[in-house]
């Protein structure tokens, strides 16, 4: 699933990770909904994979949780 055996780039977790990123960079705080529906709109990307992508940036350090 990282690395996916047919080599698509754009289905991997680095590609989609990288995109969801870059929103959140782009928007600075943005609601969870609202980076899945610009990020769907884009690609097509199932919930399941967007958790997982988020999972991922959040483990690596990337992108932090803020509750307000």
Known sequence: ?????NLNPEETLYYKGASILDKIINYKIINVFEL?????????ISIQLFILCLDWLYLIGLIDINQS
């Open 1 to 5: 699933m990282i690395i996916p055996d």
């Open 36 to 44: 899945y529906d610009l990020i769907n709109k884009e690609q097509k």
